[in-house]
């Protein structure tokens, strides 16, 4: 009997697979991408050499041709017996095989084909765009700004929304205990289209937000694969104490997750300091919309906030500088010392009379709040204001002093790793004092 546990077995496997392959491809293709000038230089390094980028595309690439081998195993069982090969032959000989085929879980084929079109949808399109890097006179073509980068999201998503709600899944809301006294006794919520809503803003946001904390060595991948492996934590947890129909969907979940671990440590061991390679935007995007797939695949798009809280917390940091409240430059990763090579806060400089009220109130309330590393000077007799660049980075290095660049990239990593820790401790004990049923 072909079941859960024997398709997690065979994950597992093909992702092994996968993570030796990436790696294999990884170092086959470091020469090729220098060769072809695709490198860059690491700016937080005294010496510039020239480092292959973007390597995201490489483990996007071995990604994706493992999970689209991988569709056929979880359907062995229906495979195996050739309910679906069953044809005129069986015909002639009087077997009815429609009862049969009536009980292939068609819907489940279904989502794991909706939750594939995302990644490659989204990876087309930064794949061209790396097309176009080989050629700079042509860059420009496909120089994604960020209304693209919030609009390409959201329409990969729509297959597997669609999929949600002609398949009736639930989008009703479950009130903690506390409240279903003063609301009457109502114990849930029907968000209908504003559960649809969210997830989108949910999409949106997990492809963008691996990419707002990046710039030094193994960032991007390393606090991926904290996420992705916490996540996977939970998916394995929920298989065996579900009943088999939840089950299958964090099943479906890991599915998607673990050769994404696979390939991603393979790309974080040329990535960590010192980096050999530069993962690119490719893989923060490519990453943001894995994690995202996982969590509408397995249905847990509220419990995975939990595993992001430095990326939300990052997020609402940024916000006066990613709306432009308070000039953002470029750049805004941590700049180098390079007498004692250590990474110390960037800053950006601005005239506070010049920022809109709304950019005048934000930066009162962190000044205030001691968030930011505020100074006052003169230039060119005018009252100028430097402030660091608002990223959890450089939050960082306010708090505990210039670090080197290992360090603070470890640090990160911590911090995320104790939050994952957080997020179990609240989703299943402390939950339990809000519900009566924690599933």
């Known amino acids: 009997m072909w079941g859960i546990t024997e398709t997690l077995v065979a994950n597992i496997a093909v992702s092994i697979c996968a993570g030796f392959a990436a790696h294999h491809f ?21 010496d510039k050499e020239k480092i292959a980028e973007p390597m995201g595309v490489v483990a996007a690439a071995v990604y994706l041709i493992f999970v689209f081998a991988f569709i056929p195993v979880p359907f062995y069982e229906w495979l195996s017996q050739n309910i679906l090969f069953a044809g005129a032959a069986d015909n002639r000989h009087g077997k009815d095989t429609q009862i049969e085929r009536e009980h292939f879980p068609y819907e489940n084929l279904l989502s794991m084909l909706a939750g594939l079109i995302k990644p490659p949808f989204f990876f087309i399109i930064l794949f061209f765009r790396f097309l176009f890097q080989c050629f700079p006179p042509l860059f420009y073509v496909l120089d994604l700004r960020w209304r693209h980068k919030l609009l390409f999201p959201a329409l990969s998503s729509l297959p597997l929304l669609l999929l949600y709600l002609v398949s009736r899944h639930p989008t009703a809301m479950v009130l903690p205990n506390f409240l279903h006294a003063p609301l009457g006794g109502i114990s849930y919520v029907e968000l209908g289209p504003l559960y649809y809503l969210f997830i989108l803003m949910l999409v949106v946001f997990c492809t963008n937000a691996i990419n707002i904390i990046a710039g030094i060595n193994g960032v991007e991948v390393g606090q991926s694969l904290v996420i992705a492996t916490s996540i996977a934590l939970f998916n394995i947890f929920q298989v065996f104490r579900l009943s088999p129909d939840s089950a299958w969907h964090h099943s479906l979940s890991l599915c998607f997750l673990l050769p994404f671990i696979g390939t991603s440590f393979a790309l974080f061991w040329h990535n960590k300091f010192p980096a050999r390679v530069f993962v690119g935007d490719t893989y923060c995007y490519w990453a943001g919309m894995t994690i995202a797939v996982c969590a509408i695949a397995g249905r847990f798009s509220k419990t995975i906030l939990l595993f992001l809280v430095p990326q939300v917390l990052n997020f609402l940091y940024s916000c006066p500088q990613l709306f432009h409240l308070i000039p953002c430059p470029r750049h805004r990763l941590p700049r180098l010392n390079t ?5 110390e806060m960037s800053m950006a400089e601005f005239q506070p009379h010049k920022l809109p009220l709304v950019g005048q109130l934000c930066l009162r309330v962190l000044i205030r709040a001691r968030l930011v ?5 003169d230039k060119d007799g005018e009252r100028w204001s430097r402030i660091n660049n608002l990223t959890i980075l450089n939050f960082i290095l306010k708090v505990f002093g210039p670090l080197h660049e290992e360090r603070l990239t470890n640090s990160l990593l911590a911090f995320q790793f104790v939050c994952s820790v957080v997020a179990f401790f609240l989703r299943f004990s402390f939950a339990c004092l809000l519900y009566d049923t924690v599933n």
Do not use: A, N, S
Not at 339 to 343: A, G, M, S
């Open 373 to 377: 590393h505020h100074e006052e000077f």
């Open 339 to 343: 007498d004692t090579d250590r990474l």
């Open 26 to 46: 990884i170092r086959q293709f470091i020469p090729v991408f220098v060769e072809r000038r695709l490198y860059g230089f690491d700016m937080c390094k005294r």
